[in-house]
């Protein structure tokens, strides 16, 4: 109920209530930040992102109903959108891309011994087919 009496406030262009809302939620936007991006951005970054999330509540201020799920989708979204800006400046660590590629591997490897597991399942036998068409597209590459 507070967040809508101060809300309506920024609505009519009122600083100090967007002040307010940025005391309140400025660690609630960078954590939605950094789970977002990891380590991939710098602190700066991050307090950058932070102030573009709460620079367009100025702007948008209007179409907000639910503060804190706006808040949090508008954090992601740009935090994603940094993470594009800065992507090419990020060093290339072979070894991480060989590990991640592993736990990709692994992971397609699980899924597909329970996918098989699953054709095995009389309930399931529709599963056959869709293993075929995805087997036969994926051949096509």
Known sequence: MIDAIILSAVRRGSENALGQLIDKYAAYVCVAIRNTVGENLTREDIEETASDVFFTLWQNAGKV???KSWLGAVARNKAKNKLREV?????????IMVDSISEIEDDILHFMSAFVAMLHNPLLSNCHNTFVLLASL???N
Do not use: F, I, M, Q
Request: proline share 7%; aromatic share 0%.
């Open 65 to 67: 109903e639910k503060l």
């Open 87 to 95: 992507r090419t400046d990020l060093p290339l660590n072979d070894e």
């Open 138 to 140: 994926a051949n096509r």
